[in-house]
Antibody, heavy 118, light 111 residues
Framework: EVQLLESGGGLVQPGGSLRLSCAASGFTFSSYAMSWVRQAPGKGLEWVSAISGSGGTTYYADSVKGRFTISRDNSKNMLYLQMSSLRAEDTAVYYC???????????WGQGTLVTVSA | QPVLTQSSSASASLGSSVKLTCTLSSGHSDYIIAWHQQQPGKAPRYLMKLEGSGSYLKGSGVPDRFSGSSSGADRYLTISNLQFEDEADYYCETWDSNFVVFGGGTKLTVL
């Protein structure tokens, strides 16, 4: 059974940083691209970033390019999102997802809430 | 990159059928999409991958009541024998070599 478990969300001040983690299990992690997708309160889904199975290629939405960094550790089956220069508009539930860019997203984590506020 | 357009809301009666539409922008009518369901307060759930030919492949555990079809730039999700638990937001997704795009979502109300 595929499981994706996010952690690391919380309250952070504007301009601050936060690192999200996602623990994956139930599939061959290194064989699949992974994505982060966010959902602001009361809004729709917004793709944030993706990374290839090897970790060698990364992709970003224009809204986060230069501020967020996606990475993965295939030896630990872990996905990460390092977020810096955070803004109020980054407030959202952040979902870890299996797939993206080369294949559809076919599994979702439960999400972790990031609140950017003074 | 493509834009996905969805109606903001839809409604149908318990036990009836409903057909939700996701429209690909001009020049992108051959793109494959995916449908996702998000019940209130829950994480999204993958429903199916849908090709321009109308061929679809459902995710694990998705009921037979859910099916997909296509016509030109339009991708459809049909839900038959509607149940109250089908009341949810439905999003379409597409992707290419360096991006992922979601439609704005359709809020389905079961009457």
């Amino acid at each position: 059974e595929v499981q994706l478990l996010e952690s690391g969300g919380g309250l952070v001040q504007p301009g601050g940083s936060l690192r999200l983690s996602c623990a994956a299990s139930g599939f061959t992690f290194s064989s699949y691209a992974m994505s982060w997708v966010r959902q602001a309160p009361g809004k729709g889904l917004e793709w944030v970033s993706a990374i290839s199975g090897s970790g060698g290629t990364t992709y970003y939405a224009d809204s986060v390019k230069g501020r967020f960094t996606i990475s993965r550790d295939n030896s630990k089956n872990m996905l990460y999102l390092q977020m810096s220069s955070l803004r109020a508009e980054d407030t959202a539930v952040y979902y870890c997802a299996k797939g993206g860019v080369t294949t559809p997203i076919d599994y979702w984590g439960q999400g972790t809430l990031v609140t950017v506020s003074a | 990159q493509p834009v996905l357009t969805q109606s903001s809301s839809a409604s149908a009666s318990l036990g009836s059928s409903v057909k939700l539409t996701c429209t690909l922008s001009s020049g992108h009518s051959d793109y494959i999409i995916a449908w996702h369901q998000q019940q209130p307060g829950k994480a999204p759930r993958y429903l199916m991958k849908l090709e321009g030919s109308g061929s679809y492949l459902k995710g694990s555990g998705v009921p037979d009541r859910f099916s997909g079809s296509s016509s030109g730039a339009d991708r459809y999700l049909t839900i038959s024998n509607l149940q109250f638990e089908d009341e949810a937001d439905y999003y379409c997704e597409t992707w290419d070599s360096n991006f992922v795009v979601f439609g704005g979502g359709t809020k389905l109300t079961v009457l």
